[in-house]
């Protein structure tokens, strides 16, 4: 879960090193914006000398406004020539290649982000530009990991793209870009815990000996051996190269994000080592740099669970994991990440439209029958009108499928706070020495199993042994797990698991599992469900504190790592999808 969340936010990282950036023909800010940089007068000004000034404007971020206006110039004359003036096409890939970028990680609008980094590729490829594809790819690496963090079911990530670029780079033999590239892969190696991915890629570039050095392929030297050492389970000299890459990028130019990025890989070792004191002292200085680099927010916030989740702190677990959800949530809502997939989608869709419209044109003319189009035209509108029957139809029904599981889950809550009243009656009546006769000495769970005596002695070798619970002391029990499932929020953690229950409920496994299947008819893996699928509605329908939650957030926030098996029980279980549900929630909310 974190892991993707770390790829993300170092793969940043490669893009800031690598990127000079541009703008599209809808200028996001007036002239007055940009002060010495107004559109008007860089329109005056030559390719070459509007690319010189993106890239002197883009190396700080305050700047990025001056540098989209010099480098947006660039695009539209490509796109909107006056006269003769259309730029070299080499300029245009890089301007739109930059474009893509400053929208990727200063902007924050991820579907302008893919539409210009695609359109930079094209012309890349179109024109046999073979220097940009390497930058381009290491940007569509950046998004597509971003949309797998959000939506995890999407089988599109950075690896091929990072691989790709690694071919274009050492194709171009550009060798400064090989350090950015080898630490992206190091970072995917640690990240997915594969070691195998890129073994021979890093391999090569340790192997290498630049005729130039500068500090950042210093830190991608350090950092990339740590990572190798760190796999091959040499985790103090993985601590040591890692710390020296952290040390080499301090007090550098643009060396903060670096910082940072060995910072997080530091962390994540001193974790899966449970060295929690010096866990917690470098995540005591990755928070402070944490205001001039908001993007990193997820992986604190992360590293911060994994870490209170080491030491079994479950207050601190809860707060930290519902402020992961949340900046989950906000960057898949705010910033367009859905609309990645779905420019995706829209870029096929205009294709084959293209395609059709080819095909109509020749066969135009040849549509000679009036009777036949009339005879289509009522067709389509009959079937339109089936179509609007049906989904207004399917719509009511939906409807009265939603209201129906509101009803429930408020008879739930009153019979949970009934019992809750009730068991506080039986205890005070105990506490008052009116407590019932004491049970059998035997305890449930040292009990003898019997099986069923009414068959005969092979069929009875077969048959599934029971524990002889008496009813009385079922009852206690199945009390004691309900009121567990009722009111603690473990149960929501992924990894909640039948023995932890019966440690919770001071029992042992197959006694619960008995009592479940005596009391409820199911099995812990059922009886687990119905709580979690009723919390699950209970976040839908709370629109005030859940209202911007994509339905990934939600079945992760009660303890589904798959959105397919979360969606198929829901669905079962409701008779609704999450998605459907969630619509039905907004257009009704709880209050």
């Not at 890629?201 to 500090?215: A, E, G, I």
């Amino acid at each position: 879960m974190r892991n993707t969340a770390k790829i993300i936010i170092l793969f940043i990282i490669a893009i800031m090193a690598t990127a000079y950036d541009v703008r599209s023909s809808e200028l996001p800010f007036s002239g007055s914006d940009v002060h010495d940089a107004s559109y008007s007068r860089l329109s005056a000004l030559s390719d070459s000398v509007l690319t010189d000034l993106g890239n002197k404007w883009y190396s700080d971020r305050s700047t990025h406004a001056r540098a989209f206006a010099a480098f947006s110039v660039v695009v539209n004359r490509h796109y909107n020539p006056r006269g003769n003036e259309r730029p070299g096409i080499q300029h245009v890939v890089e301007a739109m290649r930059n474009i893509g970028v400053l929208y990727l990680v200063s902007f924050y609008k991820y579907d302008q982000a893919y539409k210009y980094l695609s359109l930079s590729r094209q012309l890349a490829e179109e024109n046999n530009i073979s220097h940009w594809l390497p930058y381009i790819d290491i940007s569509l690496a950046n998004l597509w990991e971003i949309n797998a963090m959000i939506f995890p079911g999407s089988t599109r990530n950075g690896t091929n793209y990072v691989a790709r670029a690694w071919e274009n780079a050492i194709k171009d033999h550009n060798e400064s870009l090989l350090p950015v590239i080898a630490t992206d892969m190091a970072i995917l190696s640690y990240a997915r815990q594969d070691s195998s991915i890129f073994r021979s890629q890093m391999r090569y570039f340790l192997s290498l000996k630049p005729k130039q050095r500068d500090w950042r392929h210093d830190f991608a030297r350090a950092f990339t051996a740590g990572v190798t050492a760190w796999q091959a389970k040499d985790h103090e000299r993985a601590e040591t190269l890692i710390t020296k890459a952290r040390d080499t990028a301090t007090g550098k130019p643009d060396g903060e994000r670096y910082r940072m990025s060995a910072m997080s890989a530091l962390v994540t070792l001193y974790i899966s080592q449970n060295l929690n004191g010096k866990a917690a002292q470098t995540l005591r200085q990755y928070s402070a740099l944490i205001k001039s680099n908001p993007d990193f927010a997820i992986d604190l916030y992360g590293m911060y669970t994994d870490y209170f989740r080491n030491l079994r702190i479950p207050d601190s677990i809860d707060k930290y994991h519902y402020l992961y959800l949340k900046e989950k949530a906000y960057v898949a809502d705010e910033r367009k990440l859905a609309h990645v997939g779905e420019k995706e989608f829209l870029d096929n869709i205009e294709r084959i439209n293209d395609e059709i419209g080819s095909l109509s044109e020749k066969n135009r003319m040849q549509r000679q029958q009036i009777t036949l189009v009339s005879v289509a035209a009522l067709s389509l509108l009959l079937i339109s009108g089936i179509i609007m029957w049906a989904y207004r139809r399917l719509r009511s029904k939906s409807e009265q499928l939603f209201r129906k599981n509101v009803e429930m889950i408020e008879e739930q809550r009153l019979f949970s706070a009934r019992q809750k009243e009730l068991t506080e009656e039986v205890e005070r009546l105990k506490a008052a020495g009116a407590e019932p006769p004491d049970a059998p000495e035997t305890a449930a769970d040292d009990l003898p199993e019997t099986g069923d005596a009414n068959v005969d002695t092979g069929a009875a070798a077969k048959k599934t042994l029971r524990l002889a619970i008496p009813d009385d002391k079922a009852d206690e029990i199945f009390m004691r797990l309900t009121s567990i499932m009722e009111n603690s929020r473990e149960i929501y953690s992924p990894d909640f698991s039948l023995e932890r229950l019966a440690q919770l409920a001071d029992s042992k496994p197959r006694t619960v599992s008995t009592v479940i299947n005596r009391k409820h008819a199911t099995n812990f893996s059922q009886f687990l469900n119905e709580y979690r699928i009723r919390e699950a509605c209970i976040r839908f329908q709370d629109t005030d504190n859940y209202g911007n939650y994509t339905v990934e957030a939600i079945s992760e926030s009660v303890g589904y790592r798959s959105r397919t098996g979360f969606s198929s029980l829901f669905k079962k279980a409701t008779g609704l999808s999450p998605s459907e549900y969630q619509r039905l929630a907004r257009r009704a909310p709880l209050r």
